[in-house]
Each structure stands twice: as C-alpha cells, then as structure tokens.
C-alpha cells in the first residue's frame, strides 16, 4: 500500500487508470505503532475502542488523505481541498473514471475508461466555471486522441476536430449548428494551420471555399459555387 505526500500524488496523462490504494495518514499519540501496518488495519477497526489509537481519528492539518466509501476514492489535500476522485465502476480494482478538482472545488479535468479495459478512451477538459469544455476520445491507437469535440453549452456539439493521420494534430474540422455541419477546414499541408475552409449553406450544399495559400492564418481567396446537397468537398 503506497503512503501519500506532497509530492507523491499520483498525475493524470497514463494510458492506463490506477486505482489508487494510499493509506490515510492517521495520527497516533503512541510509541511505538505496528498497528498502523496496513496488513493489520482490518484487525483494528474490529477492536473498536480498546486498547491506544486503534481508532482512525481526522487526518492531521497539512497531509493530504484518502476517503473511500463503495467504489469511490476522494483524495484530499494538507487544506481539506477536494484534490481528485477515483470512481471503479465494475469493482475491478481500476479506476473507470479519474477527475482532478481545482482550488475552488470545480473540476479541472477527468480520464475515463468508458469500456472497462483499463486503458484510457476518453480526456474532459472543463473551464473555470467547472463547465465541460472540451472532450477527447480515441478513435484508432487505444489511449490515444484523435477527436476533439466542443460542447455548445446546450447538449450539443459546436465543433469537432479530427486527427485522421495519427500525428496528434487536428487535420480536418467541422463547426456545427444544431447539429448540421455548416463548415468545414482543412489543415492540407501539414503545418498545423488551417489554409481550407469549406462553408455549407442552409440545405447542406457547398456556397464558398476559402483558402490561405500562403498559410499566414488568413483567409485571402474565395470562391462562391454550387453544388447539390450533400456534395463531397473537392
């Protein structure tokens, strides 16, 4: 069993969730104390009250601890700050879901092993007002990223990016209204800007395409055309 400090609390980025088993500090006014080898804590909490510090007693000011009820894990920090939850779905003994909390007990950022195989398939990013701001799924390479998705703040989606070559950089992008796509860009030659941009009217159908051929970031050509419903981007 791993005993916490300050520098030892365990980091997000794995491709693989760790269910964190971290012994609780626990102060003890007695010497000496076998009784806190973790093998005999079980054999404890049975003796009840007998015997000197044999009952848990609050965490001292300044150590992070661990809370663990049913398959959560809630690790505090040396304030009493909500640190990061560990939540094992399937009792398994892996974390299914890990989220990191910020100072002001929003939530920062989570990994989630959505298919239970113990390898990470989907990142949230969440903003300062502890709304999802951004989330990550692997698509091909397990632990991987290669969709990045936007929420519109209505339980849509506003923006998708895709990484279609597996170099970890968005490649192709839609921006979507309700759910329809109404534009799309392109990044053709690799330098991580976006120099095409394909934009839908109403009915689906391609009204102009931009371009930055000097990739400067700026959109310095556009052709209107006509297309049917639906057409594929040329």
Known sequence: ????TTNNTPALG????KWYRIAPVLPNPCRPRPWQHPRLWPLLFLAGPWG??????APRAGRPH???KGHYQALYDGA????????DADGDGRADVLTV????????RAEIDSDKDGVVDRWESYGPDGRLAKVATSRRTPGVPDLWSYPDG????????????GDGRPERAESLLDGVVVAEEFDTTGSGRWDKRVVRGPDGAVARIDSDPDDQGHWRRSITVSRAPGATVP
């Open 1 to 4: 069993m791993q005993r916490l």
């Open 154 to 165: 209505f339980g849509g989606v506003s923006r998708r990016e895709y990484d279609d070559d």
């Open 101 to 108: 909390f910020g100072p002001n007990g929003a939530p920062l």
């Open 80 to 87: 009493g700050r909500l640190d990061r939850v560990a939540y």
């Open 14 to 17: 794995r491709s693989q969730l």
């Open 66 to 68: 661990l809370v663990e």
């Open 52 to 57: 000197c510090g044999l009952v848990p007693q």
